[in-house]
Nanobody, 118 residues
Framework: QVQLVESGGGLVQPGGSLRLACAGTGFAFDNYGMRWYRQAPRKAREFLAAIGSAGGSTSYADSAKGRFTISRDNAKNTVYLQMNSLKPEDTAVYYC???????????WGQGTQVTVSS
């Protein structure tokens, strides 16, 4: 039974930082690529960042470059998203996503709310 659980969201002021975490169980975590997405109300789900199974390759959306950093600790079956210089437009539910090239990225967490407001 695959399960992904996000944590670390909350309310922060503009310019602040948060570190999100996503813990995976029920699958071979170190064989799976991981991604972070977000979805704001009335908007489509937006890709943010991806990391390879061993953590050796990363990619970022333009909206995340320079401010967000994806990383993983396979010993803890956890992927992270460090978010700095947060802006009100970063307000959204943040989701992690797992998969392989063969299966597709079909596993999703329930999300964690990030609210950036003064």
């Amino acid at each position: 039974q695959v399960q992904l659980v996000e944590s670390g969201g909350g309310l922060v002021q503009p310019g602040g930082s948060l570190r999100l975490a996503c813990a995976g169980t029920g699958f071979a975590f170190d064989n799976y690529g991981m991604r972070w997405y977000r979805q704001a109300p009335r908007k489509a789900r937006e890709f943010l960042a991806a990391i390879g199974s061993a953590g050796g390759s990363t990619s970022y959306a333009d909206s995340a470059k320079g401010r967000f950093t994806i990383s993983r600790d396979n010993a803890k079956n956890t992927v992270y998203l460090q978010m700095n210089s947060l802006k009100p437009e970063d307000t959204a539910v943040y989701y992690c996503n797992a998969g392989t090239q063969r299966s597709g990225y079909v596993y999703w967490g329930q999300g964690t709310q990030v609210t950036v407001s003064s």
